[in-house]
Each structure stands twice: as structure tokens, then as C-alpha cells.
């Protein structure tokens, strides 16, 4: 199992508590872009979709699910 899916996998069993290096990871595995956004936020761009996430301990649950929905339409299961 990679890393990637070991972190998709504590994901999926729990929303909270991730950490932005974490979701990071995910969306430039799956062919995001990042660039930053405004204080805080960074922006995730993939040619089908884009994700902000604020670059906050822990990353919020809704983030979490953008890259859940992410990986599921680019990358598995």
C-alpha cells in the first residue's frame, strides 16, 4: 500500500484531524497545481476541477471531503 492510499484510507475512516501536508500530497499525486491564494488559502487546480484549502492544524472536514470526491474521480476507488 502508498503512502497515498494509506492517507485516503485514514481519511475516509475519519474527517478530522488531518494535516495540510497531508492533502497536499493527494491533490499533486493526482495532477493538481498549487498555487497561493489569499493569507492563509492555496489553491488546488486540476484541468476538471479546483480545490481551496486553508493551510490550517487540523485542515477542515469539508476540505477533507474536496479531496476524498478528488481522488475518487482521479485517482481509485
Do not use: N, W
Request: glycine letters at 10%.
Amino acid at each position: 500500500m502508498s503512502k497515498i492510499e494509506k492517507i485516503i484510507e485514514k481519511m475516509q475512516h475519519s474527517q478530522h484531524g488531518h494535516k495540510f501536508e497531508d492533502c497536499e500530497k493527494v491533490l499533486l499525486s493526482l495532477g493538481f497545481k498549487m498555487k497561493e491564494g489569499k493569507g492563509s488559502h492555496f489553491k488546488f487546480h486540476h484541468p476538471l476541477m479546483y480545490i481551496t484549502i486553508a493551510k490550517h492544524r487540523p485542515v477542515s472536514p469539508g476540505a477533507v471531503k474536496d479531496v476524498l470526491e478528488a481522488y475518487s474521480k482521479f485517482g481509485g476507488s
